[in-house]
């Protein structure tokens, strides 16, 4: 088996040099369902949250001294239109969603101005951004397989890619390659300066989104179809 890399090993792994896993995929389960449907959505997810279980096991069974700790994620909700969201990805789906109130998530990070938060117990330099924001893994005809993607959330989401690629090498019959990002390419982003322009034009939108959540304290309608338009 041969390993392609483009640069050194590790290269643009903001994850790795970050220090965190997280069952964060690229695609939101919005998405994944609007593509793949509900069911295939939900095994990616619970694919993704034992990933991070897979490689707290590794770290112990190679005792591998990195510190590991499963503490879980925190996401603030700052302004009431975030914390509408926060509601919303609290109330339903597969993943084990919390939803904070004021005190408990200030006490968490001592920040003021907190309305509430959602907390998840699935956690544990440049960012590689397909697209559609959606990682993908495969095997081709020519033996040649590939995986990325992972927009910064790569330490589970390569150990998952990984062993999905072992199970495709060797032709087992494994629940990983049914997954729906097993085969799918991400097509290219237009090329320079197209793909510059395009990007940092998406940027004052978001500002004004802010802006309009701060005025309205409803989600904007602005940023939920730019969204879209990024396949998220």
């Not at 926060?86 to 408990?104: N, Q």
């Not at 495969?138 to 072992?166: C, E, K």
């Not at 322009?197 to 701060?214: F, K, Q, S, Y």
Request: net charge neutral; glycine share 16%.
């Amino acid at each position: 088996m041969l390993v392609v890399e483009r640069e050194v090993a590790g290269f643009g792994a903001s994850g790795r040099n970050g220090g965190w896993c997280s069952a964060l995929f690229p695609a939101g389960r919005a998405a994944l369902a609007r593509r793949h449907g509900a069911v295939a959505a939900d095994a990616m997810r619970a694919a993704m949250r034992a990933a991070v279980d897979e490689v707290g096991t590794a770290v112990a069974d190679e005792g591998i001294d990195c510190g590991w700790v499963k503490g879980g994620t925190l996401v603030l909700a700052r302004t009431r239109a975030q914390l509408t969201r926060a509601r919303t990805e609290a109330s339903g789906g597969p993943d084990r969603v919390e939803l904070l109130g004021p005190d408990e998530a200030s006490v968490l990070v001592g920040a003021a101005g907190v309305l509430g938060a959602t907390y998840t117990p699935d956690w544990g330099g440049p960012l590689g951004i397909p697209r559609d924001w959606h990682a993908g893994v495969g095997l081709g005809p020519d033996g040649l397989g590939w995986a990325g993607g992972y927009v910064g959330d790569g330490v589970a989401t390569s150990n998952l890619a990984g062993r999905t690629l072992a199970a495709l090498v060797l032709g087992r019959d494994d629940p990983l390659v049914g997954l729906p990002w097993v085969g799918h390419r991400s097509r290219r982003w237009e090329p320079e300066p197209l793909r510059w322009l395009l990007v940092n034009a998406g940027l004052r939108p978001m500002t004004v989104a802010d802006e309009e959540e701060r005025l309205t304290g409803r989600p904007s309608v602005l940023a939920t179809s730019l969204a879209r338009a990024l396949g998220g």
